[in-house]
């Protein structure tokens, strides 16, 4: 291949930092669900083996983690002044392959490109009671712009739903006390406090908070609890992310818009919570659809609103690097490789 014609690709550092920053993304449980694999085009991958079976059947969530990471990576890279130029559930004989990511010299990024990524590093799930969002009519209307032409339909389903919301989840809680397969799986992710995964005990409620916000999905006991003077009663505002159908791209355009979403906030000082337990049986599922003005599939639920700062919870910890971003190896002749 002539010189002129090699791909372009950013420099291993910059390689490097953006996977880094992609990574910081949620994930179920915490779960990491990617790799990434560099060569003269940067792929994701899901990884089977960090599926949830006994929580996520299909894959689902694990497919929505890795839109969310590849959401995260766009805009780390565009902040560097590199376009990704994304192609989605390319062509492949790997089911896993998730996504190609070519790249092409950008300018200098907009004011709003750089907040979204700046707000990769200090965005959190965060557990405990939330206030009403400040601003919110604003706010709503910028996220639904921001996620407009994803395919991805944003839905705040306000305070009319709470009470179902609420009574659904106490439901769903109970039920699952009766899944020992389910109770195993979430102490695995939970209490991993030697692991670069899981939720750790930082981040989940308190004994005492456990049941503070009646619409969330149960972890077992950790340490976070609210600080004095702030709500004791969850006035979060409730948005819906749905889709048309319920494909694989469904799933991955969800996670990238459940990014931007989740990014935007942070960027606003907003407090975030992804909630997914109720879409995770046909009936609760079929609930949630009830409540949307729409007709999609309701993908994730988000609590958003004002915390109160006070104790923030640590980042939770990711993987290494070299255990989720492989540099491949050119092929003989092939001078694109390093
Ligand atoms: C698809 C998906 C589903 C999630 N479901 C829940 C949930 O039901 N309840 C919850 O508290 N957090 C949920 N989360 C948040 C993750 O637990 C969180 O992202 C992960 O523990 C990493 O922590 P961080 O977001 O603070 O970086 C979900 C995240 C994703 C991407």
């Known amino acids: 291949m002539n010189t002129r014609e090699l791909p372009v690709v950013p ?6 930092s953006a996977v880094a920053l992609a990574c910081r993304a949620p994930s179920l449980h915490n779960s990491q669900p990617w790799r990434w694999v560099m060569g003269t085009t940067l792929r994701l991958y899901s990884d089977p083996d960090r599926l949830l079976p006994a929580t996520d059947g299909f ?8 839109g969310a990471a590849l959401n995260h990576l766009e805009y780390a890279f565009t902040a560097n002044r590199w376009r990704p130029v994304i192609e989605r559930l390319p062509r492949s004989s790997d089911r896993q392959l998730l996504s190609t990511v070519g790249f ?3 300018p200098t990024p907009t004011d709003f490109v750089a907040r979204m990524a700046a707000a990769i590093e200090r965005r959190r799930t965060e557990r405990l009671p939330l206030d009403a969002p400040s601003a919110w009519t604003e706010t709503l209307e910028q996220l639904v712009r921001i996620i407009a032409g ?6 705040d389903l306000g305070e009319r739903s709470r009470p179902a919301l609420e009574d659904a989840s106490r439901r769903m809680t109970g039920l699952r006390h009766d899944d020992p397969t389910y109770q195993a799986e979430l102490r695995w992710w939970s209490g991993r406090g030697l692991f670069p995964d899981g939720v750790p005990e930082q981040a989940r409620p308190s004994d005492s908070q456990q049941h503070s916000v009646h619409l969330s999905r149960e972890f077992p006991p950790g340490r976070a609890s609210t600080p004095d003077g702030s709500p004791s009663e969850d006035r979060a505002a409730i948005l819906l992310l749905s889709t048309s159908t319920d494909s ?7 996670g990238e818009a459940l990014s931007a979403v989740l990014l935007a906030c942070t960027d606003r000082r907003l407090a975030t919570c992804p909630v997914t337990h109720l879409t995770e049986r046909a009936a609760t599922r079929t609930m949630l659809r009830e409540l949307s003005s729409g007709d999609g599939m309701p993908q994730v639920l988000i609590r958003v609103g004002a915390g109160t700062g006070v104790g923030e919870p640590s980042p939770t910890p990711r993987r290494p690097l070299s255990e989720v971003l492989v540099r ?3 092929a003989p002749g092939n001078l694109s490789g390093e």
């Open 328 to 330: 491949e190896r050119p």
């Open 104 to 106: 092409v010299p950008a």
């Open 11 to 16: 420099d291993r550092r910059t390689v490097e």
């Open 248 to 254: 694989r791209l469904d799933w991955l355009r969800s």
């Open 150 to 155: 994803t395919g991805v339909e944003l839905e």
């Open 59 to 66: 894959g689902r969530q694990m497919v929505i983690s890795c």
